[in-house]
């Protein structure tokens, strides 16, 4: 299928779910896939993202469960674990490695941890396999993308210890309303300036042509909102993902 | 932009022994914050800046606010002495106008167009919106569903000084939710925007900033009861919600052998999401931006909290006064809702000062102090209770 990274929302309606989705994303032959650790305060997300957590955490969707489901999901894409950091700090560095090791999760997305605020608790998980993906938004100046991109050096294996989250619009995730597609385009030639790390967009894609856009300039589409609320609403990730371009059909 | 922004914090982001607060925020804040830290340090050193602070502090806010001494009061507590540093006297009521304040004219210094703010109790919102009206900018204030039930008659004022209020209807509907809202709301306009955050919590340097704008209250303080009674109290008490008004009020009196004393709520029992006493029933963790202590489950998911005073029910201390506790610079108490309730009936009657339930907790620790044998205490008044009438009414002391 095209280009595309999915976010899904572990727990949500039920974590018995997750191990059938990510079977199927290695199916749809997606190589990596965001799963969400949902969080009781989500502040970089917007109304779908938060209820989804909210329905997680309520159908008991903690941490420790999260990632113990993910330890019996052998046949999945390498995963990018997507959370906030008080849930894994509360863990403890060795615990979370502990936890992390039998599961295919790759790196690590921690939306309210910047570069450099907890040098000694990254530092553990890089050297144990797990690097944070840097997060590069509409604010981040260019001096300090080059900084972020210098601290997160990392080169592992694939597409998930390598790339970099380009934060398409000001705000949280999942917000409709038109995308300027300009200056993402803008952007994306900026940073490529700067790396030549493979690129993921997200934050508010979701129409087919803004996706279609996005893979124009070389980089991956994140869809994340859209996905979580037809998974929600029971439908197949196939078919969660027709919006972000029809899957080619199975030979 | 003209000048590179910096991409490095000047002041420092960590507090205490244990090395709290920080900026654990999302990079889309990082550079606006970065920015707030550099238009906050340049105003503090423009005598133009400090000037105009100086004037609307005096004409607008008006003060100094008094330091009146209490002696019906403290004969109904068995205390020698107690000074209240009344707070409640400060324009709209509450001591969060020193800070809405500040911010504001940095905000319109910053040639920011619009203020978002998030308010729990509703006298941040209304300081924030009252400021914003005085300074000619607008503003929205975010404000939990609970809350707004609860603080109608703050809600109401708000609208009338010309503010927008969305009402947040997740989780508990309190200041937390109020928070994460703001926090994204800013998130979305931080390119024309500036967040006025209301207590000394949140990403560096918002806990610096708050704390700076209120320490007016302890530097007053301390300047009156020298002058009053030519001695400094024996014990400093304040409430402590995030701990705008306590630091405001201690932080002046840290260097001097005063006992201080910070009164978090104690809600109605003992039990994790029956309190909101953050100091022996939290642990460390981050929120909203801070390494503090939160009341959280074993998860790290945020915890419910409880407390009768809406001002008081956040579930994390702010990261410098939690850094205070933890190195036994403060110490920590807790007062019930009953409590409070039964000292702010005790101050109305005795010296005819009805006061919020936020600073009631404070004023419910007297009998304890007198019976530890302090002889004079000078405690913060933070806030008026007139919008708490319906809660007294409600719960019997209004009888």
Redesign the interface.
């Given at each position: 299928m095209k280009p595309v990274l999915p976010f899904l929302m572990a727990g949500d309606p039920a974590l018995e779910k997750l191990p059938g989705w990510l079977a199927e994303a290695r199916g749809l032959g997606l190589d990596t896939i965001e799963v969400g650790l949902p969080?009781?305060?989500?502040?970089?997300?917007?109304p779908v993202l938060?209820a989804a957590a909210?329905r997680a955490?309520t159908a008991g969707a903690?941490?420790?469960r999260v990632l113990e489901c993910l330890a019996r999901c052998p046949d999945s894409p390498d995963i990018v674990l997507f959370t906030?950091?008080?849930?894994?700090?509360?863990?403890g560095a060795g615990e979370l490695i502990r936890l992390l090791r039998p599961t295919p999760v790759k790196s690590l997305l921690v939306?309210?941890?910047?570069f450099g605020?907890e040098p000694a608790w990254e530092e553990q998980l890089r050297a144990a396999g797990y690097p944070l993906v840097p997060?590069?938004?509409?604010?981040?100046?260019l001096?300090?993308v080059a900084?972020l991109l210098n601290r997160s050096r990392q080169g592992g294996a694939g597409f998930a210890q390598n790339f970099v989250y380009l934060?398409a619009r000001?705000?949280?995730t999942g917000?409709n309303g038109p995308m300027d597609l300009d200056s993402v385009q803008v952007r994306v030639a900026a940073v490529r300036g700067l790396t030549d790390r493979p690129l993921a967009v997200g934050f508010g894609l979701s129409a087919p042509a803004a996706l279609d856009a996005v893979r124009a300039m070389g980089a991956r589409p994140v869809v994340g909102s859209d996905v979580v609320e037809r998974l929600a609403a029971g439908k197949t990730l196939r078919a969660a993902l027709t919006a972000a371009g029809p899957p080619e059909p199975e030979s | 932009m003209n000048v590179?922004?910096s991409?490095e914090f000047v002041l420092p982001a960590r507090f205490g022994r244990a090395g709290l607060g920080?900026?654990?925020?999302?990079?889309?804040?990082?550079?606006?914050l970065l920015e707030l830290e550099a238009a906050f340090r340049a105003a503090l050193a423009d005598p133009v800046f400090q000037d105009e602070l100086s004037r609307e502090l005096r004409d607008f806010v008006g003060r100094p606010t008094p330091l009146m001494p209490a002696p019906r009061l403290a004969a109904a507590a068995g205390l020698r002495a107690v000074f209240l540093k009344r707070e409640d006297l400060a324009h709209t009521g509450a001591h969060k106008i020193n800070n809405a304040l500040g911010q504001v004219l940095l905000a319109r210094r910053m040639g920011k167009k619009e203020i978002i703010a998030e308010t729990g109790a509703g006298q941040h919102g209304v300081a924030t919106a009252a400021a914003c009206a005085r300074l000619g900018l607008d503003c929205t204030v975010y404000m939990g569903g609970a809350d707004m039930a609860r603080q109608a008659p703050n809600v109401a004022r708000m609208k009338l000084l010309g503010a927008a209020v969305v009402a947040v209807p997740?989780?508990q509907g309190t200041l937390?939710e109020a928070v994460?809202e703001a926090?994204?709301a800013w998130?979305?306009?931080?390119?024309r925007a500036h967040y006025v955050l209301g207590s000394a919590l949140g990403p560096h340097p918002y806990p610096t900033i708050v704390r700076t704008f209120q320490q007016i209250i302890g530097e007053e303080a301390r300047r009156q009861i020298l002058e009053t009674t030519g001695a400094l109290p024996d014990v400093v008490v304040a409430c402590a919600g995030g701990g705008s008004n306590g630091l405001g009020l201690m932080i002046p009196f840290l260097r001097d052998a005063v006992r201080l004393i910070a009164v978090e709520a104690g809600g109605h029992g003992r039990a994790l999401g029956e309190h909101a006493a953050r100091f022996d029933g939290g642990?460390l963790?981050?929120?909203?931006?801070c390494k503090t202590l939160?009341l959280?489950d074993?998860?790290?998911?945020?915890a419910a909290t409880a407390s009768v005073s809406a001002g008081l029910d956040y579930p994390a201390l702010g990261p410098e006064l939690a850094a205070l506790m933890l190195d036994g610079k403060v110490t920590a108490w807790r007062a019930t809702d009953e409590e409070a309730l039964a000292a702010a009936q005790l101050l109305s009657r005795c010296e005819g000062v009805l006061p919020a339930l936020e600073c009631s907790h404070a004023l419910a620790v007297l009998p304890r102090l007198a019976r530890e044998g302090a002889p004079c205490v000078l405690l913060g008044l933070s806030g008026r209770g007139d919008k708490d009438l319906a809660t007294f009414q409600q719960m019997g002391g209004a009888t």
């Open positions: 969080h009781s305060d989500p502040i970089a997300d917007g938060q909210q955490i903690t941490p420790r906030y950091l008080n849930p894994l700090w509360q863990l939306v309210d941890l910047p605020e997060l590069l938004t509409p604010t981040t100046s001096a300090r900084q934060v000001l705000g949280v917000q | 590179a922004p991409t920080g900026c654990y925020a999302p990079e889309t804040l990082m550079t606006p997740a989780g937390k994460n926090l994204r998130a979305g306009r931080c390119d642990r963790g981050v929120l909203h931006g939160v959280q074993t998860h790290g998911h945020t």
